[in-house]
């Protein structure tokens, strides 16, 4: 119990959070980086929303006329790109800043200030790639924009530069997080904090930068290919000068595959965090749960020629890569059955984190199971490029991914704001999502089935699919209406949500030991961790789930010491981050801008004087 | 954090994870010494490779990259002292490296540059 | 010396392996390298011989509509030459490593310049190399070898040219306040930054220069 951790003084000289545009500039407090990776990413979630909407409106009947042809192009490039790479990956980001300190009883990240460079990249990086929209030229090439339709010769316009060069940014991004989070959770566990007593979301976390590090150099390889051939005229997917187009395919699809993982693991974490606190029980098996993470990330680089079936590599690669994909469903499939054991017998409260939670175990299943389907070649080439698979990585993304994360923002969300947001605003949530959802993707298998290509911007009467495409479109409706009430929720509970003081679910997990929200040093003493779930009893039963708080909507929040009078030293807070980014920025800017060189170079100096001022200041004041 | 080097601090002597000083011994001049002449032979005997009838012989390519292999690991253990530092920075390194190997050669494979019949 | 560093950091941050972030992070880093450049290699493998036109790398080249006769694009000895200034600079950064924990500020001063003198040469070597290529016939643009082994090396030269700025960075610190044994973690992750880059090359100049 709460005897494990010290919780900080609440008592003593009112302290209230700096606000003004400036300190969230400067910024190094992982928790509010954290929230502006939450905040951006939920604008971009509803931006790729818009244009699913527009997709489905075109859908509607057959012959729609809605937008043109190349718009539509543009608009199912973005849509995929977007919720990829802007809204499930950062939302996901979201969760590592805010938890994996918390969890793992830290004051920050090891880098705080390459957190703060790594949110600002990704948000220049995500802004980079809509701007294409004012002038009507965003990406069209599809999300793995294969070549060479990807190449200049195929696609002259500045389209696929904004894709090429935003994606180079993004992947930067990324990056810098990831070696951030690794070392962060080998090195910074308080102590008695061993890796075999880590919550489940930290070890989702690590194992997902694992993922991103080793991943994200091959698309950065493929994508610098493709950057060169578009802008220095080189040959890597140029067909006449010898060139092999699966190149591309094999390179995407190496990065492809473990993205596939980047986006799903980070939910299934989530998840296995929310289930043993509604189930009032600890999660079932969690070294197997572990391991099976493990086995994942492991399997998960030797299965991306799977997406190829269609390409003809021959008998040998083909059963190769079909065995190695059925073998990856069963670390996964292992996590499902866990899952079920920690709420098999348990005291179960149905809040709308656990909710979402069970709707994730349910919808990634059929996502996942439709996903073995295409593991054996003759089916996958029956459904490959159909919108069978459109509907299978929807239930995977969507089902999976997007279920987990809202889970964990009503679950998390007291921690971050210190304030509830509406239960019953996040059961109507829930449930508008859940049965929009499912008759949004469910008909899309038998449309699929029934031979309606993936891609399609506009196909005739008469072939069987008006049914279930209306249905798809009245579920995408229905998403965009629960979308909008949970973004009322999300808005409105930050000021005037119920007071959720430091446990309001009864959490085993020890960031649910400290004020909600944390103070900015997080633990006014660093923990002794000795449990698993140190905020549970060691002996006999698991207590029955309190109340939660609903009142105390009209109340201030808690306040606390300061840092300094703590005698706790913080990182100063620096703009310089946010300057390199400019840099950066700039650099790109000036290559995809008629190749001005010296915008590029201006780009490039600032860049490298910011890093420069910023490596040779010591993070903290000196003492 | 080798186990032979790490003792726990007293005052955190009850707690097992406490954190161990860090004594890792890098070798010494003479190691260094020892390792930049191998090297230097290898170099050499892998340009010499390249000038002598084996150019032509099956035996050039295993040769070769036999020889590259023993740089590269000399290089890693001995230079980069993975051969004396903790153990995880082994595990940061070789897990990442032998992946990435197998992906080369599988690649290899795929595109046909390898075949399981010799020709 | 790294006790002495251990516990100078302990003093603020305790970090729960004993081992420095920066470390940890380095390490991690190259992991992260190792899929980049087995991405460029392993290309440079896929495309090798099926460049439809030359100049090629091991054999000349007649060009059919001129008549005119390329030369084997590579220069072994040159490139040669070049590897061993890298596998040079490698025991001079263990030697400026050395020193710094000593608190040596003339040899760490020496062995820093050193090194990033090696580095620069390594790098003169390749701007020879490639402007050559060039004059003989080999752009960027001109086949899949040019595409492939010009995006390969020079990645790897830019990866040089941070190092070389990196060295001479601490070598301006040094010069300001003197490394010692507090500073030898960061000497240490700049050499092992500098040490992979150096094994990358031992695998480059094997694939893509000796190996046909
Ligand atoms: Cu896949």
Known sequence: MATTVAAPSVTGKAHKYESGIWSWLATTDHKRIGQLYMYTAIAWFVIGGIEALFIRSQLYGPNGRLVSADTYNQLFTMHGTTMIFMAIMPLSAAFFNLLIPLQIGARDVAFPRLNAFSYWVFLAGSVFMNVSWLIHAAPDGGWFAYAPLNTRQFNPGVNMDFWVIGLQILGLSSLAAGFNFVTTIINMRAPGMHFMRMPVFTWAAFVTQFLIILAFPIITVAVTFLLFDRFFGTNFYEIAAGADPLLWQHLFWLFGHPEVYILILPAFGLVSEVLPTFSRKPLFGYPVMVYSLILIAFLGFGVWAHHMFAVGMGPVADSIFSVTTMLIAIPTGVKIFNWLGTMWGGNLSFKTPMLFGIGLVGLFTIGGISGVMHSSPPSDLMQTDSYFIVAHFHYVLFGGSMMGLFAGVYYYFPKMTGRMMSEPLGKWHFWLTFIGMNLAFFPMHFAGLNGMPRRIWSYDANQGWDFDNHLSTYGAFIIAFATAIFLYNFLRSRGHGALAGNNPWDAPTIEWSMPSPPPDYNYAKIPTVTSRYPMWPQQGPTPLSPPVPTAGGDQPLPTYQTAEQLGIHMPTPTIKPLLATMGLTLAFVGLIWHRQIPIILLGGAIFIVSLYAWVLTPLEPEH | MTADHSHAPASDAHEPHAPPHQEVHFPTWKTYRWVALILFVLTVAEVWIYYTPMKGTRLFAPALITLSVIKFTIVVMFYMHLKYDAKIFRGLFLGPLSIAIIVIISLLFLFGHLSLHAT | ?212
């Open chain 3, 1 to 212: 010396m790294a006790t002495a560093v251990a516990e100078h950091h302990a003093e603020h941050h305790y970090t729960s392996t004993g081992l420095p972030h920066t470390k940890i992070a380095i390490w991690a880093f190259i992991g992260s390298e190792c899929f980049f450049f087995a991405s460029l290699i392993s290309t440079y493998l896929i495309y090798k011989g099926r460049s439809v036109v030359g100049p090629f790398p091991h054999t000349p080249w007649t060009d059919p509509s001129t008549g005119h006769v390329y030369h084997p694009i590579l220069n072994i000895p040159v490139t040669s030459t070049s590897t061993f200034v890298l596998l040079m600079s490698s025991l001079a950064m263990v030697l400026a490593h050395a020193a710094v924990e000593r608190s040596d500020h003339k040899w760490s001063r020496i062995w820093l310049l050193t090194t990033a003198a090696l580095g620069a040469t390594f790098l003169g070597f390749q701007a020879f190399e490639f402007t050559s290529f060039v004059h003989e016939g080999l752009k960027i643009t001109t086949n899949l070898f040019g595409s492939t082994f010009f995006i390969t090396t020079g990645f790897h030269g830019a990866h040089v040219t941070a190092g070389v700025l990196w060295l001479i960075t601490m070598y301006f610190i040094d010069k300001k306040r003197g490394l010692g044994p507090r500073d030898a973690v960061n000497v240490d992750v700049m050499a092992l930054y500098w040490h992979f880059v150096d094994v990358v090359w031992v695998a480059i100049f094997t694939f893509l220069y000796l190996l046909q």
